[in-house]
């Protein structure tokens, strides 16, 4: 066969070159879409999470609704260390209210100071003047009365004296009242131990002895004539002015020492001067004295430092300043000497009056 005639024979008319075009381009497109949704499926599943499968209605109806836990409250871990003590509080009907310092009567200060700042009897004294008591009574000593040992401020009438002369206003310490009546005509009373200029180492002198009161048969000394004529129980020692010899504490030794055998209390009194030196050492052997034999102390000293001029006569620095009325409601005498050494010697007397009454109630 020809070449002419297979060209001819297979030759495509343009409606069947037109129809076949067609066709082509429709399979394409197929095959094309259905590889795009192929595509776009896995993308979109990649994508897209996963989706959970509904439950059935039977499975809906058999499996019963879960309940949401409520979370227990996690216990707090105390911590290992020693556990803190709580005190259990007792309640009560009324909150009770946090107790005030207890407030210093009136009666216990003067010029601010407490009255035991100045008036020394701890009970280590007390128990000692008890037993120096006792001994006095062995002796028939007068429980009511005291005598004094002094110089020229003891033996003023301004030292005590008109506590018998006249009732005071007391003030706020009115408590002291029945202390003045129980010891009634002591304080007036000039004895054989009261002498101008005195000083501790002639309390023993026999050349002293007051020939007008004293009796040289029974008498060796002032101390034993005034022992023997008032008998008193307690014995108020204020000496100290006159003493500038180194022998002034072995003396005022020897003074306590014979009272005590005595029976009788010996009380002392320190003193506002310094006559003997600015170091005070007559008032330093005092207190040493009175601490070694356990024995009441007036530390009138330490009280005459809240005075003007330490409560001393600008005149001569020695003697103590005065006081005219019978009083102690006013300023004036809170600023005095006397009235102040007064006071200090009855808050004492006081004291060991008390003491005494507490163990020995039938000499009341």
Known sequence: MSSTYCVKKYALRPTHYALGLTAVLFIFLAISTTACSSATQEVAAAISP??????????????????????????TEKPSSTPTHTPTVTPTDTPTATPSPTAIPPGELVNGLHVDEFVILPPDVQAHILEIYALGQEKERRPNAFSKLGDSSAASPDFLVRFDQRTFDLAQYAYLQETIDYYDKSFQRFGATLKNGLHATAVFAPDLINLEICDLEFDTDMLDCEFRLHNPSILLIALGTNDQSDQFEPRMEK???????????PVLITKADRFEGEDNRNNISIRRLAEKYQLPLVDFDILANTLPNRGMQEQDNVHLTWYGPFEYTSPEPFERGYPMLNLATIMMLDKIHNTIQAEFPEEE
Request: net charge negative; proline share 16%.
């Open 255 to 265: 003074i306590v020492n014979y009272t005590m055998e005595r029976g009788i209390i």
């Open 50 to 75: 996963t989706q959970i499968p509904l439950p059935t209605q039977a499975e809906v109806a058999t499996v019963p609704p879960t309940e949401t836990a409520i979370p227990s409250p996690t216990a």
